[in-house]
């Protein structure tokens, strides 16, 4: 057999659209406040798409500014991975838009369906078709539009979350030169459809008269539930990816950006500086698929991300699914 191959990221990029939503905007369209949603949840404001930029054209343009930094033309791409909630349609994957809009007429590939812990499934899973040598190049978006599953009648819900899209490349460490993957972990607990997710318009509420009155098209939450899951799963992740390293080479955290308040009592359940995380919620909200990749993409680019030390994704969501992903810059 042959050896497993060494991978790494090559390349990295993210694109919001310009479009904000600010906690004053929400203060005139539900029952809420400023004050409320910043203490809660410390978010100030959120990107939301114009009504031409659906999930496949936000992806591209991340996509377009990863293969720039990654000096990687679009048909050098053997792999287009998407990771979505809100795909541009229920089929086709999403990936093959994405595809096409770069120019690329010879990857395969698929979409991710692990919600806000899609993006860091898809380094693994895309790490795993390098590493195997099953593709060369791998292209991993992380794109959501989850303004047109947000319900705006619903404050529960429509405070907390925004648009945007995240990209890597994938490659052999050797040519990528940067970015040593080291590994993840990928788990889910099924039966929490009612916790957090959109009921209707699937094989189990088909779309209907009825699914849309009952506004079953849009995302229903428990939020109380999510936020005691969440601070547990985040904790326990990092506990997991650090243990065999220990912190001392850790370089930073790049949470799924849920909550201000779920990322500082995991810090601090964990026994880490809240500065080892990287936080940029006030600006995004929660862009669930996208949310740790465009973390990540500012990160980078702000030069947080340092040399030879270990950079944890951490994520989990929807599913309920969880998982972390280890890169060594
Ligand atoms: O990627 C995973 C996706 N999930 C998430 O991102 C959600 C994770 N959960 C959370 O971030 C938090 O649980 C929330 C921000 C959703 C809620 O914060 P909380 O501190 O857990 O508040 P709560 O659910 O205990 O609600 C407290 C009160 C309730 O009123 P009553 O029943 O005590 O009278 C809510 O109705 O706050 C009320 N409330 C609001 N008030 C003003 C809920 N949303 C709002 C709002 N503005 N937007």
Known sequence: MKPILPVGIAGIGSYVPEGRLTNADLEKMVDT???????????????IARQDEIASTMGIEAARRALEDARMAPDEIDMVLCSTVTPDQPFPATCCAIAHGLGMN????????????????????????????????????????????????DRNTCVLFGDGAGAVV???????GRGEYLGGHMG??????????????????????ETVEK???????????????????MAEQIELAMKPYGYQQL?????HQVN???IEAAAERVGLPIEKFFVNIDRYGNTSSASVAIALDEAYRAGRLEKGKIQCMVAFGAGMAWGHSLVRW
């Open 251 to 255: 370089g930073l955290v790049v949470p």
């Open 170 to 176: 994938l490659t052999s460490l050797e040519r990528a």
């Open 260 to 262: 201000q308040r779920i």
């Open 33 to 47: 406040s400023d004050e409320w949603i910043l203490q809660r949840t410390g978010i100030r404001e959120r990107r």
């Open 106 to 153: 010879r990857a395969g590939g698929f979409d991710i369906e692990a919600a806000c812990s899609g993006f860091v499934y898809g380094i693994q899973i895309g790490a795993s078709f390098v590493a195997s040598r099953a593709a060369r190049n791998v292209l991993l978006v992380g794109t959501e539009k989850l303004s047109t599953i947000v319900d705006y009648k």
């Open 188 to 209: 889910m607990e099924g039966g929490a459809e009612d916790i957090l997710g959109v009921p209707g318009g699937g094989s189990r509420h088909p779309a209907s008269h």
């Open 215 to 233: 506004r079953m098209h849009y995302m229903h939450m428990g939020g109380t539930r999510v936020f005691r899951f969440a601070v547990a799963t």
